[in-house]
């Protein structure tokens, strides 16, 4: 968790966290989605068809938007649980911004702006006061979700304009949504800050030693700001996305996203003690688990069993390389 | 006197007392004995919940599943009683127990065996056991004309004028306060909090310690399905959505340490209190229940501001005493 300095030893590269000499974990994933996607199509006759794939891609592009930059916040050290709650709140700012009679653009500013805000609320708490962010974003995940709530009481919001639904609905090319595309463009970014720049060398320093880097001239607190700025932002773009798939704001909106998105973190390999991980597991997790939400709902599988698969999946994907490597030294148990 | 205002509790107690003064000159009859009785004994299940919780997050672990748990376990419950309605309610509330302990003692063989982080473990069974109710229950919902008059009155019986959901509570209470102040486990559980590594030292084995935090979290939730469903009178798979941080929330309010090792059974009490209060006034006073999030989430960012200063000295708990001396 947070802040806790957990005494562990030093990872032989840092951004392999649990895996063994024998595979990789990004190797691991790409098997299991195959996997999947072969017992879906077989499953299915309605899997193997473009436009039920193209759906497929609406499970996990909101979600994986804000993953991307809750990778990056856990790599070092510390956890955003508010995202679910930004989103709701960004999405009742856009809203009342349509009852006033914005436009569209003015709709994404909003969105885009108050997740930001939003961020920077988490960052300034965590950072300045040195509070466990875990904590604080509890605190504030009931105070976003509270003011949405306070806004909209039991009704909801409609009426949102024509031009707003590409957001959500929208094709940039035959069957290709504006979200996938959205989504893989955000990952390379994420993917070039994360294992390009020096920015995603120090975050990863963060995770292993916060304390090292602090003497080493790392600015720890602008960093981890900057991280929460980023997970605010993406939350507040995933609003907007959501807002306009759905063409309405209630104050369940995104309810449990927080839980999926960390999910989609851990299953991608980033490690929840911090340090370790990469941007290319997160892509892949989230594949999986969209793979795994469509395959089941093509299989009338209700969605509260879907998640057993979910837990399951994370749970055993997670214990796998323990098991194995315990297994080979001959030390079970 | 100055050693009297150290305890974190005492500034809790003041806070209740303020709130209830608070309230008070809205709606007098508030801080009426029988209207705080009534208080204590709403607030009874999120106590209970968040002295397990307390245990766990001691030994900084954390324990997401336990809502779901408690739906499980009370989903189990509440079918039984429809199925056979001639199960006496303790051999029910020992079901109860059982069902919640072997939830509890899964992710705590996870934690302890292939040291999986506990919040990875847990999030993982969160999902699964609200999943499972769903299979056990196939998506139905138990109704209180299933259930008997035994299973529902229970808990409402009154006993030496409170009723018995109050003295379950307060025996809850009593029985960790022992644990947690007068046994070695107890003293380890803090232990492990302040210094894993120094503990191992020290002879503790803090796998197993872990595992027997999750049982006991996962023992309560337990308990606490069983009473959530006789109080609310429907099992379905909603039951308790969501409340894991809820109860996480109290435990924060009460001044533990999501870092282990600080944390008291009166903090985690009285944390619980401060939200059940909340949640009874609002709508005495007239205020719109949707306030309510909005203002427990102030309530928790503002104890963890001021509890900020109190983390700093970590690793000193278990010597402030004889520091002091």
Partial sequence: MSDTPHPRRIPDRLDKPLSSAIFSWEALLVVIAVLIFAVNSFASPYFLDPWSLSDLTFNFTEKGLIALAMALLIISGEIDLSVAAIVALASTM????????????????????????????????????????????????????????????????????????????????????????????????????????SFGRKVFAIGNNPVACQFSGVRVGRIKFILF???????????????????????????????????????????????AGSILGVVLAAFIMGLVTFGLGLLNVPGIVMSIFIGLLLIIVIALPIVWRRLREGRFA | MKN???????????????????ISTRFPGFADPANLRQVFNDTSILMILALGQMV????????????????FTGMVVAMLNAAHPAIPIPVLIAIALFV??????????????????????????LTIYRGATFVVSGGAWVNADQMSPDFINF????????????????????????????TQIGRSIHAIGVNPTA????????????????????????????????????????????????????????????????????????????????SNALPVINISPFWQMAISGSAIILAVVLNARGERRQGRIILRKAEAA
């Fill in chain 2, 100 to 125: 919640g302990l072997v939830l509890g003692a899964i992710n705590g063989f996870l934690v302890w065996r292939l040291n999986i982080p506990s919040i990875v473990v847990t999030l993982g069974t």
């Fill in chain 2, 4 to 22: 009297f205002l150290k305890y974190r509790e005492i500034w809790l107690l003041a806070g209740i007392a303020v709130l209830i003064g608070l």
């Fill in chain 2, 56 to 71: 766990v997050i001691l030994t900084r672990s954390i324990d997401l599943s336990m809502a779901s748990n408690l739906c």
């Fill in chain 2, 199 to 278: 503990s191992v030292y020290a002879g503790i084995d803090v796998g197993r310690t872990k595992f027997i935090v999750f049982c006991i979290s996962g023992m309560i939730g337990g308990l606490a399905g069983y009473l959530w469903i006789s109080r609310y009178v429907i099992a379905s798979v909603e039951v308790a959505n969501g409340y894991e941080l809820n109860i996480i929330a109290a435990c924060v309010i009460g001044g533990i340490s999501i870092a282990g090792g600080i944390g008291s059974v009166g903090g985690a009490v009285l944390g619980a209190l401060f939200l059940g209060i909340i």
């Fill in chain 1, 229 to 275: 700025c980023l997970t605010g932002l993406m939350s507040g773009i995933a609003s907007v996305l959501i807002t306009s798939r759905l063409g309405s704001t209630r104050p369940s909106i995104a309810q449990g996203y927080e839980l999926e998105a960390i999910t989609m973190v851990v299953l991608g390999g980033v490690s929840i003690l911090g340090g």
């Fill in chain 1, 94 to 197: 856009m809203g009342m911004a349509v009852q006033s009679g914005a436009g569209t653009p003015v709709l994404v500013a909003i969105g885009v702006v108050v997740g930001l805000g939003c961020g920077a609320f988490n960052g300034l708490l965590v950072t300045r006061l040195g509070l466990p962010s875990i904590v604080v974003t509890i605190g504030t995940m009931s105070l976003f979700r509270g003011i949405a709530f306070i806004i909209l009481g039991d009704q909801a919001y409609k009426g949102y304009p024509e031009s707003f639904a590409f957001f959500g609905q929208g094709y940039v090319w035959w069957v290709f949504s504006f979200e996938l595309a959205l989504f893989l463009v955000a990952a390379l970014i994420y993917w070039f800050v994360l294992h390009r720049t």
């Fill in chain 2, 155 to 182: 808990q409402r019986a009154a006993f030496l004028g409170l009723p018995v959901l109050s003295w379950i509570a307060i025996i809850v209470i009593a029985l960790f306060f022992l644990v947690m102040t007068r």
